[in-house]
């Protein structure tokens, strides 16, 4: 079964399929490579719009999906 799975991902062709479909990961103590192997790519993804009209937006990379920062403007 994990045979199957891993061959899967392997050649999975759907990008940012299921496979690649990764919760958003909670703060991990500093043993992934992953954050330095990603050139991270920010972009800026509205989350919310204040009762004033104020958007908020989270700032994530695109690549792998994780949240570097928070800006509001
Ligand atoms: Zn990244």
Known sequence: MYDVWAEH???????????????????????LPEVRLCKHRLVRRQIAVTPAGLKRYAVVCELCGRRLDVAER
């Open 9 to 31: 991902v392997a050649g999975c062709p759907a990008v940012g399929g299921a496979v690649r479909n990764l919760p958003e990961l909670p703060p991990l103590p500093k043993l």
